[in-house]
């Protein structure tokens, strides 16, 4: 534990905002739990906002059951991306109060039964149907952040109407995650109509000269409109924790 942190939380302490017992929680929790075949960091939290979300793809059913049951014991929000439908419904058999999303392949157990409090709201924008995937990990993402999120799908430019229609749904979110394929166009239309952080996803979605993404992605990167930042191809989660970041900033309730 750093020294800033350590003040925090004497002053805590001083003033009543916390119990001995809470700070002796604090002071003794434990960085890491060593499992099997896995570390799992369970500081996160405390020093990033939010816990440790697991990467599922590679992982077999038996490590993410593993990884699974100590973040609950610790009370730890579950998030796990890339999970398939088989893995999924294998682990649903051991953890019957989860959620798994078939479109985004999220895996996600909820440590209390109180529903978190939405914090921000965060725009999560579909040039096409066949973006949904990645739309729906960021959006997943951004929920298990606690931020409220608004599905805008099929607002491409082929058809550059549908967006101008739906403009009035966007004008009201601190941060707008835009998910497109092909040439990777929508991010700087949307850009250009609002004043808030765009942040581009590009797909594999597209024909054999779009090279699995690689053109959305370079189309995205040479955006001319300024509000807009580019995260990896099919990159939902990184889009969602980084806007979900800028949203809980933003209405100041930053964790």
């Not at 800033?4 to 604090?26: C, M, N, R, V, W």
């Not at 059913?61 to 593993?66: A, I, R, W």
């Not at 109407?161 to 403009?167: A, D, F, S, T, Y």
């Not at 990777?184 to 797909?203: D, E, F, M, N, W």
Request: glycine share 10%.
């Amino acid at each position: 534990m750093d020294r800033s942190t350590a003040l925090q939380l004497a002053q805590q302490l001083q003033t009543g905002k916390i119990t001995p017992d809470e700070l002796a929680d604090q002071v003794c929790q434990p960085r890491s739990a060593q499992l099997a075949q896995t570390t799992i960091d369970l500081d996160r939290a405390r020093r990033c906002g939010y816990p440790e979300v697991v990467f599922g793809e590679g992982k077999s059913v038996e490590m993410l059951t593993e990884i699974f049951q100590r973040q609950c014991a610790e009370q730890i929000e579950v998030l796990a991306t890339r999970v398939d439908a088989d893995k999924a419904a294998q682990l649903a058999k051991q953890f019957p109060q989860a959620h798994y999303n078939t479109i985004g392949r999220t895996f996600r157990i909820t440590a209390s039964e109180t529903p978190t409090p939405r914090t921000g709201k965060v725009a999560v924008v579909t040039a096409g149907t066949s973006d949904l995937p990645v739309a729906e990990e960021a959006a997943e993402t951004l929920d298990w952040m606690g931020v409220a999120t608004n599905r805008l799908s099929d607002v491409g430019v082929a058809g550059p109407h549908r967006l101008v229609e739906r403009l009035d749904e966007l004008c009201d979110a601190q941060a707008v995650v835009v998910v497109a394929g092909m040439e990777g166009a929508l991010p700087s239309v949307v850009g250009g109509y609002l004043a808030v952080p765009v942040i581009a996803v590009p797909t594999q979605v597209g024909y054999g000269a779009s090279f699995g993404g690689l053109a959305a992605l370079l189309g995205m990167l040479n955006s001319c409109a300024a509000n807009v930042a580019v995260v990896n191809i099919d990159a939902g989660f990184k889009a969602g924790y980084l806007a979900g970041l800028i949203a809980a900033q933003t209405a100041g309730a930053a964790p």
